[in-house]
């Protein structure tokens, strides 16, 4: 990575200000970090640096959960109601293993976060994942480590990731990346029409299973090669009644049993059937 990442540190505890500074200096990342030491202060920080014309916003903000005045959540509030501040990805620092709290950041719109205490590997790896994302042109040729991969894995599926970073993480070579990126509820419909053609049938029938699939992408998926994906639309009532019909009169009498099963279940108004579909490739 040429370019400088500028980071801002969001942490009222010395000592963990010292070891997320000596994790970033092991990192290899070229950076340069501000540390302001509570959740007032960053506010204070980041609206003077809207106002300021010679200093940039930061690339990304290390916020500390638990801090007197003002703690991580009302700060990620603020930061992601705000127009100007909101496309800043926040990773949010905690030592808290109460998932209330990581789901509480998650509906405030946080990116990741870390669990302290922090490590070179762990900062590195989400630091270079996140920046890459937002700022570096998509190379399918990456090599990522294991660490890099899970992170581009949970990214693809919180429904906070920026569009952005989203179309980068639909040419990700790995299936499982690009399969949570269908499945997605806020991938743009652009993105999902591009993954109902993709090579793997795993990511198709990721697309099939998003809430938010256009009309559109459910025509192109219910001529699908693959007898799964054809399977899954057939159960799903939320498949618009004229495909479930075009389903009914599937070649494969798997597909079109199912298809008439739910139509007649949204005809009577009751939930479609739980069909357990065969495995992936499964012959007829």
């Given amino acids: 990575?040429?370019?400088?990442?500028?980071?801002?540190?969001?942490?009222?505890?010395?000592?963990?200000?010292?070891?997320?500074?000596?994790?970033?200096?092991?990192?290899?990342?070229?950076?340069?970090?501000?540390?302001?030491?509570?959740?007032?202060?960053?506010?204070?920080?980041?609206?003077?640096?809207?106002?300021?014309?010679?200093?940039?916003?930061?690339?990304?903000?290390?916020?500390?959960?638990?801090?007197?005045?003002?703690?991580?959540?009302?700060?990620?509030?603020?930061?992601?109601?705000?127009?100007?501040?909101?496309?800043?990805?926040?990773?949010?620092?905690?030592?808290?293993?109460?998932?209330d709290d990581v789901m509480e950041?998650?509906?405030?719109?946080?990116?990741?976060?870390?669990?302290?205490?922090?490590?070179?590997?762990?900062?590195?790896?989400?630091?270079?994942?996140?920046?890459?994302l937002h700022t570096q042109p998509s190379n399918e040729s990456d090599v990522h480590t294991d660490e890099e991969s899970h992170i581009r894995l949970v990214l693809a599926g919180n429904p906070h990731t920026s569009a952005v970073a989203l179309t980068k993480l639909s040419d990700d070579p790995d299936d499982k990346v690009r399969s949570r990126v269908a499945e997605n509820a806020h991938t743009p419909t652009a993105l999902l029409i591009k993954l109902a053609n993709d090579s793997s049938a795993e990511v198709r029938l990721s697309v099939s299973e998003n809430v938010n699939a256009p009309a559109s992408v459910l025509q192109t998926l219910s001529s699908d090669?693959?007898?799964?994906?054809?399977?899954?639309?057939s159960a799903n009532p939320r498949t618009p009644r004229h495909l479930l019909k075009t389903l009914a009169d599937d070649v494969n009498i798997y597909v079109s049993s199912i298809a008439y099963k739910t139509l007649e279940a949204l005809r009577k108004g009751k939930h479609a059937p739980v069909v357990d579909a065969p495995p992936l490739g499964a012959k007829s």
């Fill in 105 to 132: 950041a998650l509906r405030l719109k946080m990116n990741y976060y870390i669990a302290k205490p922090v490590t070179s590997q762990k900062l590195s790896a989400i630091i270079k994942s996140i920046h890459e």
């Fill in 225 to 233: 090669q693959s007898e799964d994906v054809r399977v899954e639309l």
């Fill in 1 to 99: 990575m040429n370019d400088c990442i500028n980071i801002l540190l969001v942490e009222d505890t010395p000592s963990d200000v010292r070891l997320t500074q000596e994790a970033l200096k092991r990192s290899g990342l070229i950076y340069e970090m501000e540390v302001v030491n509570d959740g007032v202060e960053a506010m204070d920080y980041l609206l003077q640096l809207k106002t300021s014309s010679d200093k940039q916003l930061p690339d990304i903000i290390l916020l500390d959960l638990n801090m007197p005045r003002k703690n991580g959540h009302e700060v990620l509030d603020e930061i992601k109601n705000d127009p100007e501040l909101k496309p800043i990805p926040v990773v949010l620092l905690t030592v808290s293993e109460r998932d």
